[in-house]
């Protein structure tokens, strides 16, 4: 395994499964063999991708406490396997799962092994700012590898002290060494781009089934391709992958 990446957010309904699912699909057109596995106990979205092929993994124990051999069993397997992973986490497991993490130190284990561990947290506007913001403090403060922010525009620009530019918030600025890239999923017009992206993920379909489906005309699918390349060319132009084998303990120097 070259690399994990955990899509974590500690609010539920900000876009985790649909970003878990933008990049499964990224990594796969970089030519990556990509496994993907839902872990989310309440709203098991991720898996719903069935191109995907996203495994269930059910972590949680009926206690609400992370269920070890499960979660060991996964990081067993994953360390087995060659090509990538891309692991949708739920707001439900987010608290264990981040203490988990922390007391037994699988960041560093899988480092050890020579994996190359990547966080990813969607941020959202309104009303879920100050939660979503805490939350990416929370894993700031206590994952010691690379992380990139996913600003989803969707329900609204996200600002951050009075600046549309979140390079420019005191968030980043304190943070600035341990953040590796910021991706931005842009505020489309909500009567064709949004409606589009709306009617791809309830179906939950991918971008190249889409262009497939006959249940979308012309104009939606160059639309819906004009968003994929939006969000494969951030990272791609970002020197996303190069950032992150520079710095493998997620600091830059």
Same mark, same amino acid.
């Given at each position: 395994?070259?690399?994990?990446? +955990?899509?974590?957010?500690?609010?539920?309904?900000?876009?985790? $499964?649909?970003?878990?699912?933008?990049?499964?699909?990224?990594?796969? $057109?970089?030519?990556?063999?990509?496994?993907?596995?839902?872990?989310?106990?309440?709203? &098991?979205? +991720?898996?719903?991708?069935?191109?995907?092929?996203? !495994?269930?993994?059910?972590?949680?124990?009926?206690?609400?406490?992370?269920?070890?051999?499960?979660?060991? #069993? %996964?990081?067993?397997?994953?360390?087995?396997?060659?090509?990538?992973?891309?692991?949708?986490?739920? #707001?439900?497991?987010?608290?264990? /799962?981040? $203490?988990?993490?922390?007391?037994?130190?699988?960041?560093?284990?899988?480092?050890?092994?020579?994996?190359?561990?990547?966080?990813?947290?969607?941020?959202?506007?309104?009303?879920?700012?100050?939660?979503?913001? @805490?939350?990416?403090?929370?894993?700031?403060?206590?994952?010691?590898?690379?992380? *990139?922010?996913? /600003?989803?525009?969707?329900?609204?620009?996200?600002?951050?002290?009075?600046?549309?530019?979140?390079? @420019?918030?005191?968030?980043?600025?304190?943070?600035?060494?341990?953040?590796?890239?910021?991706?931005? %999923?842009?505020?489309?017009?909500?009567?064709?781009?949004?409606?589009?992206?709306?009617?791809?993920?309830?179906?939950?379909?991918?971008?190249? !089934? *889409?262009?497939?489906?006959? @249940?979308?005309?012309?104009?939606?699918?160059?639309?819906?391709?004009?968003?994929?390349?939006?969000?494969?060319? &951030?990272?791609?132009?970002?020197?996303?992958?190069?950032?992150?084998? !520079?710095?493998?303990?997620?600091?830059? $120097?």
């Amino acid at each position: 395994m070259k690399q994990i990446h +955990f899509v974590l957010q500690g609010k539920g309904g900000v876009g985790k $499964s649909f970003v878990a699912s933008l990049l499964a699909q990224y990594l796969k $057109s970089t030519g990556n063999e990509v496994h993907c596995y839902d872990t989310d106990p309440v709203n &098991q979205t +991720f898996s719903r991708y069935k191109k995907l092929k996203v !495994e269930i993994v059910k972590i949680l124990t009926e206690h609400k406490s992370i269920d070890v051999s499960k979660f060991d #069993a %996964l990081i067993e397997d994953l360390l087995e396997k060659d090509g990538v992973a891309v692991i949708d986490n739920g #707001a439900a497991t987010f608290v264990p /799962l981040m $203490s988990y993490i922390r007391e037994s130190g699988v960041i560093e284990l899988l480092k050890e092994s020579g994996v190359d561990v990547v966080v990813h947290v969607p941020l959202q506007a309104g009303q879920g700012i100050k939660d979503t913001v @805490q939350g990416l403090l929370e894993v700031l403060g206590t994952l010691q590898t690379n992380v *990139v922010v996913w /600003l989803n525009h969707y329900w609204g620009r996200i600002e951050l002290n009075n600046s549309p530019v979140f390079e @420019q918030s005191n968030v980043y600025k304190e943070n600035s060494d341990r953040i590796t890239a910021v991706i931005e %999923l842009e505020n489309y017009n909500p009567d064709t781009f949004g409606k589009d992206i709306q009617e791809m993920t309830t179906a939950h379909l991918t971008f190249d !089934e *889409v262009q497939q489906s006959a @249940q979308f005309k012309l104009m939606p699918k160059q639309r819906l391709k004009r968003v994929q390349r939006e969000v494969f060319d &951030q990272l791609a132009q970002k020197t996303f992958f190069e950032q992150i084998m !520079e710095n493998p303990n997620g600091v830059k $120097s």
